[in-house]
């Protein structure tokens, strides 16, 4: 089993910038994969950015050079990092991030961000 946990969302003018967190705890070992996903009102969910065991990472074409993925390891639990920059009214939803294993994909809780005009 593994545990997932978001944070760092909150409201933003459009141009700036946030940076979500998110810990993965448990079974972290079986872990191959992390990343991000989000939801917009209306609008089905959708993958934001990824980073594998490897460290090899990959981007929505919308949010290639705006947004940035990073992880750091240590002994029991793994974080992950999404650096937002240059945000935009369009990026406001709710980002989910997951950690994925062979067998299964665990997700957190959401975590709301929100890009005014």
């Known amino acids: 089993q593994v545990q997932v946990v978001e944070s760092g969302g909150g409201l933003v003018q459009a141009g700036g910038s946030l940076r979500l967190s998110c810990g993965a705890s448990g079974s972290t070992c079986s872990i191959y994969a992390m990343g991000w996903y989000r939801q917009a009102p209306g609008k089905e969910r959708e993958l934001v950015a990824f980073?594998?065991?490897?460290?090899?990472?990959?981007?929505a074409d919308s949010m290639k050079g705006r947004f940035t993925i990073s992880r750091d390891n240590a002994k029991n639990t793994i974080t992950v990092y999404l650096q937002m920059n240059s945000l935009k009214p369009e990026d406001t939803a709710v980002y989910y991030c997951?950690?994925?294993?062979?067998?299964?994909?665990?997700w957190g809780q959401g975590t709301q961000v929100t890009v005014s005009s």
């Open positions: 997951y950690a994925e294993t062979w067998s299964n994909k665990y």
């Open positions: 980073i594998t065991h490897g460290g090899t990472t990959r981007y």
